[in-house]
T-cell receptor, first 110, second 115 residues
């Protein structure tokens, strides 16, 4: 199963873009990259996912490198409510399982 | 917006007692997942259903844990007997189908404390 590596924690100023990196160097060609976040004591919330192309929705943008070995989640204008643990997940092919790591704890500062 | 429902939200039980959690997925979602999340860690998949059938229960401690989804809609996760190490958040999630590009939607979780 492909594993992901994320920084343990990051800070971001309110109103600025938050760029959260993720390494997934063992990803296979047909495995998707998913991002979730978890605000304290709540269930994880889906943010975005992608395979090869960059993706954008109302919450965030996902940039995947051409070799697919890393990706970056971009929150364009971070707010205090974006403070959470962000998980980068490579969904295993065949079983379609999520393997969660320990994620990046993002703190948005006023 | 449709949500995954879970109950109870909090449960305190003594070790060796039985405990059960209930999950109602988003209407129309064929795939249902149960996860366990220990404090400070990411969620860990326990069992996965496609309709009423178990797809993957390789991480479910079957000597004490059981899960069912009899009619392919709501689901129950049971622990008997509970142990101190079972204290954790139990999360239920659902997705429209079982496949690569179907995202999972999580419920609020049940926080279990075993004393």
């Amino acid at each position: 199963d492909a594993k992901t590596t994320q920084p343990t924690s990051m800070d971001c100023a309110e109103g600025r873009a938050a760029n959260l990196p993720c390494n997934h160097s063992t990803i296979s060609g047909n495995e998707y990259v998913y991002w979730y976040r978890q605000i304290h004591s709540q269930g994880p919330q889906y943010i975005i996912h992608g395979l090869k192309n960059n993706e954008t929705n109302e919450m965030a943008s996902l940039i995947i490198t051409e070799d697919r070995k890393s990706s970056t989640l971009i929150l364009p204008h971070a707010t205090l409510r974006d403070t959470a643990v962000y998980y980068c997940i490579v969904r295993t092919s065949g079983t379609y399982k999520y393997i969660f790591g320990t994620g990046t704890r993002l703190k948005v500062l006023a | 917006e449709a949500e995954v429902a879970q109950s109870p939200r909090y449960k305190i039980t003594e070790k060796s007692q039985a405990v059960a959690f209930w999950c109602d997925p988003i209407s129309g979602h064929a795939t249902l997942y149960w996860y366990r999340q220990i404090l400070g860690q990411g969620p860990e998949l326990l069992v996965q259903f496609q309709d009423e059938s178990v797809v993957d229960d390789s991480q479910l401690p079957k000597d004490r844990f059981s899960a069912e989804r009899l009619k392919g809609v709501d689901s129950t996760l049971k622990i008997q007997p509970a142990e101190l190490g079972d204290s954790a958040m139990y999360l239920c999630a659902s997705s429209l189908q079982w496949g690569d590009s179907y995202e999972q939607y999580f419920g609020p979780g049940t926080r279990l404390t075993v004393t």
